[in-house]
């Protein structure tokens, strides 16, 4: 099948690979001509814009940072509406419902059917092809282009309403930031108390207050200092205030997340934006004055 890939950065640079891999035939889209010639050089086609990707594919999927850029990338000047061959459009990114919904609309005055399809996994998932897919849009649609999600991993197809995936995945989103947040309070908290941090993982990780913190991240990347999960603060700041914003807006309270998103700003004003999630311990540690590291078992 010729499928249409654009943006090819810590996630879609996996997943463009791992469709070549799979037989398809990917013409692929970045900014950066770099990651252009790496993936052209597993065989995919290289494309000098969206509209140019449209114009060979009827499917063009998107892995994109922002909602911005998807919404310029999808609707803009030399953007996938454009394409003269492009039939549906795979939104792999986490724009919000509101904008998914917005994409939708333009699309679909040019005949194009958009699927939102977020995914949840990190870099490791999208490499693996281990993927949580959250589809929603048309059924017939989604049917039609299942076994090329399933590359990526597990599909779920959330619901034929526009922007429904999103909704999934900003939820989704907020427990793993929240489960990162209150595992680092956690584990200063045991570290400045005397405890030895890989010992404490292990008794969560066998009792009740286990979750994605403790059973990967911690051990991987901050316990050993590398921080290096592959997913910026600023990233997950801005889903963690797409999803305050939609929650706003359904009149659902937030005070938990409300209180993560102020960790996360903290996080991103003394380490920056583009910090690894993972050093959301290292305010917490700051302030402690102890630091959750041990060399590897």
Request: glycine residues 10%.
């Given at each position: 099948m010729d499928l249409g890939f654009i943006g090819l950065g810590n996630m879609g640079a996996h997943m463009a690979r791992r469709l070549a891999e799979a037989g398809h035939r990917?013409?692929?889209y970045d900014t950066r001509q770099e990651a252009i010639g790496k993936l052209a050089a597993l065989g995919a086609v290289a494309a000098r814009s969206p509209a140019e990707v449209a114009d060979a594919a009827e499917t063009v999927m998107a892995s994109l940072p922002t909602p911005d850029i998807v919404l310029a990338v999808a609707t803009g000047r030399h953007g996938v509406i454009e394409g003269k061959r492009v039939r549906r459009f795979v939104d792999l990114s986490t724009t919000g419902s509101v904008m998914a919904q917005r994409i939708c609309k333009l699309l679909a005055a040019r005949n194009i059917v958009q699927i939102d399809s977020p995914v949840s996994g990190g870099v490791s998932g999208a490499e693996k092809g281990t993927l949580a897919v959250m589809a929603s849009g048309p059924r017939a649609e989604i049917a039609a282009i299942e076994p090329v999600l399933s590359v990526f991993g597990k599909v779920f197809v959330v619901s034929e309403r526009s922007g429904a995936g999103q909704t999934m995945k900003l939820v989704n989103n907020v427990l793993s930031a929240t489960a990162m947040a209150a595992t680092s309070e956690a584990m200063v908290m045991g570290v400045k108390a005397g405890l030895d941090p890989r010992i404490m993982l292990d008794v969560?990780?066998?009792g009740t207050g286990?979750?994605?913190a403790t059973e990967d991240k911690f051990a991987r990347v901050v316990l050993p200092g590398t921080f290096n999960l592959g997913f910026t603060a600023g990233l997950m700041m801005k889903d963690v205030n797409l999803c305050l914003a939609e929650a706003k807006a359904l009149g659902v309270p937030m005070d938990v997340i409300?209180?993560?998103?102020?960790?996360?700003?903290?996080?991103c004003e003394e380490l920056g934006p583009?910090?690894?999630?993972t050093s959301i311990v290292r305010p917490v540690e700051n302030r402690a004055g102890v630091k959750v590291r041990t060399p590897a078992p």
């Amino acid at each position: 099948m010729d499928l249409g890939f654009i943006g090819l950065g810590n996630m879609g640079a996996h997943m463009a690979r791992r469709l070549a891999e799979a037989g398809h035939r990917v013409i692929v889209y970045d900014t950066r001509q770099e990651a252009i010639g790496k993936l052209a050089a597993l065989g995919a086609v290289a494309a000098r814009s969206p509209a140019e990707v449209a114009d060979a594919a009827e499917t063009v999927m998107a892995s994109l940072p922002t909602p911005d850029i998807v919404l310029a990338v999808a609707t803009g000047r030399h953007g996938v509406i454009e394409g003269k061959r492009v039939r549906r459009f795979v939104d792999l990114s986490t724009t919000g419902s509101v904008m998914a919904q917005r994409i939708c609309k333009l699309l679909a005055a040019r005949n194009i059917v958009q699927i939102d399809s977020p995914v949840s996994g990190g870099v490791s998932g999208a490499e693996k092809g281990t993927l949580a897919v959250m589809a929603s849009g048309p059924r017939a649609e989604i049917a039609a282009i299942e076994p090329v999600l399933s590359v990526f991993g597990k599909v779920f197809v959330v619901s034929e309403r526009s922007g429904a995936g999103q909704t999934m995945k900003l939820v989704n989103n907020v427990l793993s930031a929240t489960a990162m947040a209150a595992t680092s309070e956690a584990m200063v908290m045991g570290v400045k108390a005397g405890l030895d941090p890989r010992i404490m993982l292990d008794v969560i990780n066998a009792g009740t207050g286990r979750n994605t913190a403790t059973e990967d991240k911690f051990a991987r990347v901050v316990l050993p200092g590398t921080f290096n999960l592959g997913f910026t603060a600023g990233l997950m700041m801005k889903d963690v205030n797409l999803c305050l914003a939609e929650a706003k807006a359904l009149g659902v309270p937030m005070d938990v997340i409300e209180a993560v998103a102020r960790l996360l700003r903290l996080t991103c004003e003394e380490l920056g934006p583009d910090t690894d999630l993972t050093s959301i311990v290292r305010p917490v540690e700051n302030r402690a004055g102890v630091k959750v590291r041990t060399p590897a078992p």
